[in-house]
């Protein structure tokens, strides 16, 4: 079974956060269409059980194919940890393939370490879950990784602007025992990390390379439409549509920052 290729691209977050990778899919994949689904009323992910979380992906991943999709892809780095099995599984009966954020990044990180010391920076969840730990040990490197648990992280992001002074120290705090090891690459292990990018590269210094989940999945993306053939055939610029769980002005007010593009019309789910 051979999905539409006039079909969008569907992917799924906890809420907003997923929308930095959405931008950079934009950027990447122009002429395609995407569905964004924010479960912004189960948000936040990252302290949820694995229990939960596999509870939430297959819901997600249902919705979204029933939409029609001939992509999925698990914007959520914890929901990747948890359930990521559970996503390809039910995707895979319709002939659709699944990207997620952890393989790529590692991947990335992997290939540009120069002393082998990565660090990661995620939510509880996606750290007690090790997927991380066993993607970058797959990369057949022997590299030394520090992994860092930010359980207060992402919602200070989603809901700390603007940015003051003890953002700034959470942040600083987070950094103290990546800078301890050493560390000269550093995988932001959640999708809303991105937002304080500068931050991290202020405290952690210039020569440390942060590694996002947008460039890694878009690369992917395009990857699999091309070798699928399952491109967007127009050559015109795609449409890109809005599903979300909790309260739509609030989604779209804080989505747009994170998009850094209008949102335009989200559906209450």
């Given at each position: 079974m051979t999905p539409d290729r006039s079909l969008p691209i569907a992917m799924f977050d906890s809420g907003v956060g997923g929308l930095t990778v959405l931008h950079e899919c934009l950027v990447s994949l122009p002429t395609e269409d995407f569905l964004y689904l924010g479960d912004s009323a189960n948000f936040p992910y990252g302290t949820k059980s694995p229990e939960e979380l596999r509870e939430l992906v297959v819901a997600n991943t249902e919705l979204l194919l029933d939409r029609g999709a001939k992509l999925l892809v698990v914007a959520c780095n914890s929901a990747t940890s948890a359930g990521a099995e559970e996503a390809r599984r039910i995707a895979g009966a319709?002939?659709?393939?699944?990207?997620?954020?952890?393989?790529?990044?590692?991947?990335?990180?992997?290939?540009?370490?120069?002393?082998?010391?990565?660090?990661?920076?995620?939510?509880?969840?996606?750290?007690?879950?090790?997927?991380?730990?066993?993607?970058?040990?797959?990369?057949?490197?022997?590299?030394?990784?520090?992994?860092?648990?930010?359980?207060?992280?992402?919602?200070?992001?989603?809901?700390?602007?603007?940015?003051?002074?003890?953002?700034?120290?959470?942040?600083?705090?987070?950094?103290?025992?990546?800078?301890?090891a050493s560390i000269d690459t550093?995988?932001?292990?959640?999708?809303?990390?991105?937002?304080?990018?500068?931050?991290?590269?202020?405290?952690?210094?210039?020569?440390?390379?942060?590694?996002?989940?947008?460039?890694?999945?878009?690369?992917?993306?395009?990857?699999?439409?091309?070798?699928?053939?399952?491109?967007?055939?127009?050559?015109?610029?795609?449409?890109?549509?809005?599903?979300?769980?909790?309260d739509v002005e609030s989604f779209r007010e804080l989505g747009t920052r994170f998009l850094q593009m209008p949102l335009g019309p989200v559906e209450r789910l």
């Open positions: 319709h002939g659709v393939e699944v990207v997620t954020v952890i393989g790529p990044e590692a991947e990335i990180a992997a290939a540009i370490t120069e002393t082998g010391r990565v660090g990661v920076l995620a939510t509880p969840a996606t750290v007690e879950g090790g997927a991380y730990h066993r993607a970058l040990e797959a990369q057949g490197r022997g590299l030394e990784v520090t992994e860092v648990a930010a359980p207060d992280l992402a919602p200070i992001i989603q809901n700390g602007f603007p940015f003051d002074q003890a953002v700034v120290d959470k942040v600083r705090s987070y950094c103290e025992p990546l800078r301890a550093l995988i932001l292990g959640c999708t809303h990390y991105p937002l304080v990018a500068p931050m991290l590269q202020r405290i952690l210094g210039r020569d440390v390379r942060l590694v996002t989940a947008g460039h890694a999945i878009a690369a992917s993306a395009q990857r699999i439409l091309e070798a699928g053939s399952l491109e967007a055939g127009s050559g015109e610029e795609g449409e890109y549509r809005f599903l979300c769980t909790g």
